[in-house]
């Protein structure tokens, strides 16, 4: 028989991302589409916080393809910065700058804070929107605790991996098997909640 899917865009444009919440969805009678064919401009973030961003861009999705969206933001938190970079983690060397900038900036920033000061976070706040206005949207988050190396190790991963420690594991994020990372990771747990309130909202 011809199951009908729920068409739902992701807004990003990150293979990754796109992958890893296609497989968690498989299963739901869901087809999860990229936004690219619908949005060709992406929305700017100029929220406050993630969940401010992460509407933003669920929204925006939404409007342009006419379907329901799920969207995410997320960043690095660290303490002894006061929670910099947070909601400007892809943008904290500037406009413009790549992950080697963003992280050469993290170190030098807390060159002079000792080993048991460098304590940080990812956070990641995912969203579900039934339309553009949704004014009740699904919404869950993850966090995930770790500490700032001195230096970068490990190849895997993007951003900020390489200098974050994860201590039950005793590796920096980006030298952990991409499965390992989905498994534990801010963006893993926090598509796990959604895709529990969306069972519970019949989705
Ligand atoms: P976005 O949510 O894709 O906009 O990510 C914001 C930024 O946060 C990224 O560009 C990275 O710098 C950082 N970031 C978010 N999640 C991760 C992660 O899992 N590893 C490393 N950096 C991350």
Known sequence: M?????????????????????????GHDMEILPQASFVQEEAEETGQTFLENALIKARHAARLSGLPAIADDSGLEVDALGGAPGVFSARYAGAGAGDREN????LTKLTKVEDDLRTARFRCVMVYVRDAEDANPLIAE????????REA???????????????????????????????????????????????????
Do not use: C
């Open 142 to 149: 993850g966090t995930w605790e770790g500490k700032i190396l």
């Open 153 to 203: 190790r490990g190849g895997h991963g993007f951003g900020y991996d390489p200098l974050f420690f994860v201590p039950d594991q005793g590796r920096s994020s980006a030298e952990l098997p991409p499965e390992v990372k989905n498994r534990l990771s801010h963006r893993g747990q926090a598509l796990r909640v959604l895709v529990s309130k969306m069972a519970d909202a019949s989705i």
């Open 2 to 26: 011809l199951k009908i899917l729920k068409k739902i865009i992701l807004a990003s444009n990150n293979p990754g991302k796109i992958r890893e919440i296609q497989s968690l969805l498989s």
């Open 103 to 106: 992280n050469v900036k993290l």
